[in-house]
């Protein structure tokens, strides 16, 4: 079982749309990440969280930590945020970072 | 651009050659991490320097790679007898309080 667990695995959604993506975790951390990244593999990272909730323009990162999950939104999708979001975890221990596979996202205009 | 470099960008070798990658990070991040992505899957963490010592290697990190960061600046990973096993995207990324700053990767394709 990967110490990430993302979902769904591949999401589409036409234009406007209200999106979330899960994260699921299992082990302890000190950050959680999410990061985008597009076809031609290059990756951005969208927000580093240790509690609560980040906005950044239309994006919207919230973490349980109880609960060991987070989420992330988009709100109004559109056709450029089609990309792979991936969410990783910094472990608690020391500097291991654990990654899900990736939730890739189409909008559809 | 994030201001993280790799080099070479794609790198296609036979088995049993030796490979070597260099990253250069963002200059003032004392943080670089290895990872290495198979297609369909999430980057998995390789090691991590901390300036000039390599303070963690995954147990993915085999005999045959190695990774150095000799001045604390640019850090490079040598894969010795390559595998086709081996064949995937290397990203690098550097941090300096958290948030990392990936590059573009090396595609290594072994045959």
């Known amino acids: 079982k990967n110490e990430v667990e993302q979902s769904p695995q591949n999401l589409t959604a036409q234009e406007g749309e209200f999106i979330t993506i899960n994260c699921s975790y299992s082990?302890?951390?000190?950050?959680l990440h999410w990061l985008q990244q597009h076809p031609g593999g290059g990756i951005v990272s969208l927000f580093m969280l240790s509690s609560g909730k980040k906005k950044h323009g239309r994006l919207i990162a919230t973490i349980n930590i109880q609960e060991k999950h987070s989420s992330l939104h988009i709100t109004a999708s559109h056709p450029r945020d089609s990309a792979v979001y991936i969410c990783?975890?910094?472990?608690?221990?020391?500097?291991?970072?654990?990654f899900g596979t990736g939730t890739s996202l189409t909008v559809i205009p | 651009d994030t201001g993280v470099s790799q080099n070479p960008r794609h790198k296609i070798t036979k088995r049993g050659q030796n490979v070597t990658f260099r990253c250069d990070p963002i200059s003032e991040h004392n943080r670089l991490y290895w990872y290495r992505q198979t297609l369909g899957q999430g980057p998995e963490f390789l090691t991590y320097f901390q300036n000039e010592a390599q303070l963690e290697k995954s147990r993915l990190l085999s005999d045959r790679f190695s990774a150095e960061r000799p001045k604390g600046s640019f850090s490079t990973l040598e894969i010795q007898r390559t595998e086709q096993g081996d064949s995937a995207m290397y990203l690098c990324?550097?941090?300096?309080?958290?948030?990392?700053?990936f590059g573009p990767g090396t595609r290594l394709l072994v045959l």
């Open positions: 990324a550097s941090s300096l309080s958290g948030t990392q700053y």
């Open positions: 990783a975890v910094r472990s608690k221990t020391g500097n291991q970072f654990y």
């Open positions: 082990v302890g951390i000190s950050a």
